[in-house]
């Protein structure tokens, strides 16, 4: 996953969500990333948890704002962004310089990661399996070897919705995860 710039976010485009949805109200969003974008140039005092927790209303009856599954796909991206700057830790490019896959991401990292519960109406990811797939994510970074965990493993994992009555953990959020494992598996490969 590569890094956001404040460029990136002066760059995005939404679409607009298809008829008979509003989406985000767009001018509630563009404020937004003025402050994302003054936070990326270090101007800026957003954290992790307040892009975590952001909401945005619709639009007027009649109108159509952004494609909110556009919208809270960026936000993935700028708030793991943002807890690599928290932690002090940046995400190595494959086929950089770094010392691996713990440079990028560690065991710590895992276990210390908190998804959101989906919102309410829809069905995130059985908690139970994800945190368990987490522990082989981790189990996997810190010791490597033989039965680890691969990056086609991860791109082919397929979690369950939720059981009816929980809500589970939010999918955007454990996907754009997920990727950051594949890349820091990625790089590992590259510095064996």
């Known amino acids: 996953m590569s890094r956001v710039t404040p460029e990136d976010v002066s760059r995005i485009h939404f679409a607009m969500p298809p008829m008979g949805h509003r989406g985000y109200h767009a001018d509630e969003v563009d404020a937004f990333l ?20 952001v909401a945005f209303d619709a639009p007027r009856f009649g109108g159509r704002g952004y494609q909110a599954d556009q919208v809270d796909e960026f936000l993935d991206r700028v708030r793991i962004e943002l807890e690599f700057r928290q932690r002090g830790a940046r995400p190595v490019p494959a086929g950089s310089n770094g010392s691996g896959p713990a440079a990028l991401l560690t065991p710590d990292d895992v276990h210390r990661m908190q998804f959101t519960q989906a919102a309410i109406g829809r069905r995130g990811y059985d908690t139970d399996e994800v945190d368990a797939f987490l522990d082989l994510v981790a189990a996997t970074l810190a010791h490597g070897g033989p039965g680890s965990l691969t990056v086609t493993g991860v791109r082919n994992v397929r979690f369950t919705e939720a059981r009816l009555g929980t809500r589970g953990y939010t999918r955007d959020e454990v996907d754009a995860f997920l990727d950051l494992v594949v890349t820091a598996l990625e790089c590992g490969a590259n510095h064996r």
């Open 34 to 53: 003025e402050l994302v974008s003054a936070t990326l140039d270090g101007q800026g005092v957003l954290t992790a948890d307040d892009i975590r927790h």
